[in-house]
Every structure is written in structure tokens, then in C-alpha cells.
């Protein structure tokens, strides 16, 4: 992957005047470490945006400041969930010589013979998991093939990640990342049908009631 280079500015407004940085299509930032004062920073909002959609936690970013490049991570979004719009972003300068830990996604990749051969139902059971390395050696995601889940039944634990040299897995290692299952008949698939249902209808009843008392 193309390495994240943004450039920022040191910042000195704070507070309320903040608002008037983010009108001039300005992101406000803060870069903090174990080695470094924190360090109020603004970046250029579409460029940070476009660069960060997507960015896990464990994928690494330069802050270009003051003609000095911060290798960090990002820490912490803060976003306008009406706009969907970011208003803040928390970046933690790193040490390349010091070991980081991340939370690291986990990415399915092919197709479970299981599934395709006796209809068997795919349960991805764990996400991401957590990875100890030195910065440099850490990995954005992790790749689980699924072409050897055969059977009904058969799984992937976290024993099974392809892992790059030098990094350590901190999550038990028999914990089932996915599994596959039995297919569900049909007169189980009819029974949780007309289950839902039975439980809805006192839900909708409920809710028109208070609509009732709200009128009144």
C-alpha cells in the first residue's frame, strides 16, 4: 500500500475559534507520544479526509511538520454523525526502535468448500485481533483463506494466521476467527420466522400506544 504523507501546520487557535478553521477547509489535529509534547496541529480537510477513510488503526501515517517527519498512528476520530464530517483526529507519534500494539482487521479471502459442497453456513466469529511489533513490521490486515474449511464443522483459529516475521499475536490462540456450520433446515428457518414475528406484533402495538398518549 502507497504510504500516507499529510502535511501539517502547528496550530494556535483553540476553544470556540476552532469552528472558524474548519469553515476555511481546515481539519484541527493533535499529534502526542511517549517521546513528544503534544502538539496542536491543522491539516488541509479533503486531503487528511481522503487519505484517512478507510485507515485502520494499525496502518502507519507521516505527519510532515515543521520540515520534520512524525511517523504516528491514528488514535481517535471525532466525526459529525449528522454531516458524517470529521472534526477532530488524534494522531500518537511512534518510535520506529519501540514495539507498538494495534488492533489489526481481519480480511476473509476465497470460498470454503464446505459452504459450496453441502450448503454449510459461514460464521466469522472474530473481526480483528490484537498484534504486538515494532512499527514498522506492522501489518494493516490479516488474511485468512478459507479454502480449508472442507467440512461441516471445520474452523480457523488464531493459531492459523500466516503471520509476518517479528510480529506477535496477543489473542488466544485456540479462539475460532470463523467457523463453518451446519445449514439450517427449513422448519427451523419457519419457526424463528413465525417467532420474530409473534414478538414483534407486542413491540408495534406498544409503540402505536405511545403514539396515542403523545397525540393526546
Keep these: 500500500m502507497e504510504q500516507v504523507v499529510l502535511k501539517a501546520e502547528r496550530r494556535t487557535v483553540t476553544g470556540k475559534q476552532v469552528k472558524q478553521l474548519r469553515r476555511a477547509g481546515k481539519l484541527p489535529a493533535v499529534l502526542y507520544g511517549k517521546h513528544i509534547d503534544p502538539v496542536p496541529l491543522t491539516l488541509d480537510y479533503r ?9 485502520s488503526t494499525s496502518t502507519l501515517v507521516i ?24 472534526l477532530h483526529v488524534d494522531f500518537q507519534a511512534l518510535s520506529l526502535t519501540e514495539k507498538m500494539r494495534a488492533e489489526v482487521p481481519i480480511e476473509l479471502e476465497g470460498e470454503a468448500p464446505a459452504v459450496k459442497a453441502y450448503g454449510g453456513v459461514l460464521v466469522q466469529t472474530l473481526e480483528s485481533v490484537e498484534i504486538e511489533s515494532l512499527p514498522g513490521d506492522m501489518p494493516e490486515r490479516l488474511i485468512v483463506n478459507l479454502g480449508a474449511l472442507a467440512e461441516i464443522g471445520d474452523s480457523i483459529t488464531v493459531s492459523d494466521l500466516v503471520l509476518p516475521p517479528n510480529v506477535k499475536v496477543l489473542e488466544d490462540p485456540d479462539e475460532a476467527i470463523v467457523v463453518v456450520t451446519a445449514p439450517r433446515s427449513e422448519e427451523e428457518v ?13 413491540e408495534v402495538i406498544a409503540k402505536g400506544k405511545e403514539e396515542e398518549e403523545e397525540e393526546e
Design 190 to 202: 419457519e419457526a424463528a420466522s413465525g417467532a420474530a414475528e409473534v414478538e414483534a406484533e407486542p
Design 47 to 55: 486531503s487528511a479526509e481522503k487519505a484517512l477513510r478507510g485507515l
Design 63 to 86: 505527519l510532515e511538520l515543521e520540515g520534520t517527519r512524525h511517523t504516528a498512528v491514528v488514535r481517535e476520530r471525532q466525526k459529525d454523525y449528522i454531516k458524517g464530517t470529521l
